[in-house]
């Protein structure tokens, strides 16, 4: 699976729009961005995923760059309960082989009030 | 709520002695993993199972771990002969394969917190 980079922290204001970057610049055509989020002592939540087409859901927006290397999860109005670690996974959505997902560090967002 | 469960939620154990997690998935997905998570890092992929198929093993998952989904619905991860290093929260997920475009995402349990003492 190709490997990511994020900002390790990010603070955003409550009701503010949260931008998290993620570059992914040695993705291949047939992987796909995923993201997860950790808040404190609970297990990873899935948030949303797409290919190369932006992507929103009822939680988030994912905005993919056109060559694909670098994509955005936005939380559009951040509230207090998003602080969490958000996690950019990078992987082939084949769902055979291998399947289990490559988490790094992530990014701690801090949601200020 | 019918999430992913997992019990105990914390243990403590000494040196040495074995313990053993238990996972319920999701009712109706097919496939289980586990992964472990230290301090500040994120989870590392142990093993999963497709019904009560093993399919893939991770390097981490040293010989004294062993996981298994008899029935192929609840799953057992064990460690024997516990050392400190394996403190950790272990985690579960489950998911349905093959679903749908949208479902290929993993549910999380709450984890297990292992101390090693």
């Known amino acids: 699976d190709a490997k990511t980079t994020q900002p390790p922290s990010m603070d955003c204001a409550e009701g503010r729009a949260a931008n998290l970057p993620c570059n992914h610049s040695?993705?291949?055509?047939?992987?796909?961005v995923y993201w997860y989020r950790q808040i404190h002592s609970q297990g990873p939540q899935y948030i949303i995923h797409?290919?190369?087409n932006n992507e929103t859901n009822e939680m988030a927006s994912l905005i993919i760059t056109e060559d694909r290397k670098s994509s955005t999860l936005i939380l559009p109005h951040a509230t207090l309960r998003d602080t969490a670690v958000y996690y950019c996974?990078?992987?082939?959505?084949?769902?055979?082989?291998?399947?289990?997902?490559?988490f790094g560090k992530g990014t701690h967002l801090i949601i200020q009030p | 709520d019918t999430g992913v469960s997992q019990d105990p939620r914390h243990k403590i154990t000494k040196r040495g002695q074995n313990v053993t997690f238990r996972c319920d998935p999701i009712?109706?997905?097919?496939?289980l993993y586990w992964y472990r998570q230290t301090l500040g890092q994120g989870p590392e992929f142990l093993t999963y199972f497709q019904n009560e198929a093993q399919l893939e093993k991770s390097r981490l998952l040293s010989d004294r771990f062993s996981a298994e989904r008899p029935k192929g619905s609840f799953s057992t991860l064990e460690i024997q002969r516990t050392e400190q290093g394996d403190s950790a929260m272990y985690l579960c997920?489950?998911?349905?394969?093959?679903?749908?475009?949208?479902?290929?995402?993993?549910?999380f349990g709450p984890g297990t917190r292992l101390t090693v003492t």
């Open positions: 996974i990078v992987r082939p959505n084949s769902g055979g082989g291998a399947d289990g997902l490559t």
């Open positions: 997920a489950s998911s349905l394969f093959p679903g749908d475009r949208s479902t290929y995402e993993q549910y």
């Open positions: 797409g290919l190369k």
């Open positions: 009712s109706e997905h097919n496939r």
């Open positions: 040695t993705i291949s055509g047939n992987e796909y």
